[in-house]
């Protein structure tokens, strides 16, 4: 099938790209991929998307994203992108003209299509405890700024050391009433000004060389049971009673796809131009300026972005990449 603008991916970024590639008469083909409504539909309320004085639960939210979308012509594809092959740059142009960037759907469906949009998002590490899943979004969260505020007042644990850890933690502290860090190290691998912000913070109490083994309670996570292990052979077993936990060990942003096509940085995020969502061909030599814009494939969202993962930063990364495609296509 060919297409004028393809977008991967179904939260905020790819569904906003959507709106406005379809606005622009673009014929978008949105491939929804593995987690129809992004990252956000693994929380329980979001509260911070402006428009909604009330908030809204994250599935109602994402459809009302997709109707928007589909009112002004996209085209859904339910679907895992298994395979691509961007066209290069150095076979761009002559006499062969622009060649199409290819896309598979479950190794099968090719879509040709002149733009890509990239909006893959990234996934919250978790610990892989069986407990954790039991209890995601009934008290497990990985995202402080977008479940704190259902905590206010009460307790909660954040798992890490990094400068997320640090910086949830703090967070939290300004809404709960105490705040445990459960940290592995011995130490904090956080920047020092955000070690001192958490270590001078008397509702923050710091669990050094602490691992969870199991999140308990009734329906919804009230406790922990953790192993304290001081060297080799010391180990101590204590329970917490806690009612919200929370991830902060890092994100995957999801482009393992992308990997021989796209710039991408030591930890995956796709590089972008100058603020906006043009992606860079490879090779690519990040801060000397080394690299080619890989013409016609945009990334918008958290698959970009290791700073701020907001919803709403994703849906304005979205919209840049549908504008940036529109003006792409009518190039050509
Ligand atoms: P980091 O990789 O820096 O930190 C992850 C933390 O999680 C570490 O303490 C790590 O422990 C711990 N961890 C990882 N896996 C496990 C596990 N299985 N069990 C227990 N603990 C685990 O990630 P961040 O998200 O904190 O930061 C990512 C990048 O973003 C960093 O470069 C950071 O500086 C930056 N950042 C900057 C901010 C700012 O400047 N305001 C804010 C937020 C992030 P261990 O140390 O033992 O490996």
């Not at 009330?54 to 012509?73: H, K, L, N, S, W």
Request: charged letters at 25%; proline letters at 4%; one cysteine or more.
């Amino acid at each position: 099938m060919k297409v004028k603008c393809l977008i991967i991916g179904s939260g905020p970024a790819g569904y906003t790209a959507a709106i406005y590639a379809s606005r622009a008469n673009l014929s978008p083909v949105l491939i929804e991929g593995p987690q129809l409504g992004g990252q956000l539909t693994t929380t329980t309320e979001v509260e911070n998307f402006p428009g909604y004085p009330d908030g809204v639960e994250p599935f109602t939210m994402m459809d009302d994203m997709r109707r928007q979308a589909e009112r002004f012509g996209t085209q859904f594809v339910s679907g895992i992108v298994t395979k691509v092959e961007f066209a290069l740059p150095s076979l761009q142009g002559g006499a062969g003209g622009r060649l199409p960037h290819k896309v598979w759907v479950e190794d099968t469906d090719l879509y040709e299509a002149d733009a890509v949009i990239i909006a893959t998002g990234a996934s919250a590490k978790y610990l892989g405890l069986e407990s954790e899943r039991t209890y995601r979004g009934r008290g497990v969260s990985a995202c402080a700024t977008c479940d704190g505020f259902f905590y206010r007042k009460k307790t909660v644990a954040v798992v890490g050391g990094g400068d997320t850890a640090c910086e949830e933690a703090n967070y939290l502290a300004g809404l709960c009433e105490k705040v445990y860090m459960i940290v592995r190290k011995p130490y904090l691998r956080a920047s020092a000004v955000m070690q001192e912000r958490v270590l001078n913070n008397p509702k923050i109490e710091v669990l050094f060389e602490h691992n969870t083994l199991q999140l308990t309670g009734e329906g919804k996570v009230q406790g922990a049971d953790l192993v304290y292990r001081k060297g080799e052979s010391d180990e101590e077993q204590r329970h917490i009673a806690i009612d919200g936990f929370f991830l902060a060990i890092g994100h995957h942003p999801n482009t393992e796809l992308f990997k021989d096509y796209v710039a991408r940085d030591a930890e995956g995020y796709i590089i972008v131009k100058d603020n906006g969502t043009q992606c860079f061909s490879l090779p690519f030599r990040e801060g000397q300026g080394v690299g080619s814009i890989l013409p016609g494939v945009f990334a918008a969202g958290d698959c970009a972005d290791p700073h701020y993962r907001q919803a709403v930063v994703a849906a304005g990364s979205g919209a840049k990449a549908a504008i940036e495609a529109d003006k792409y296509i009518k190039s050509l």
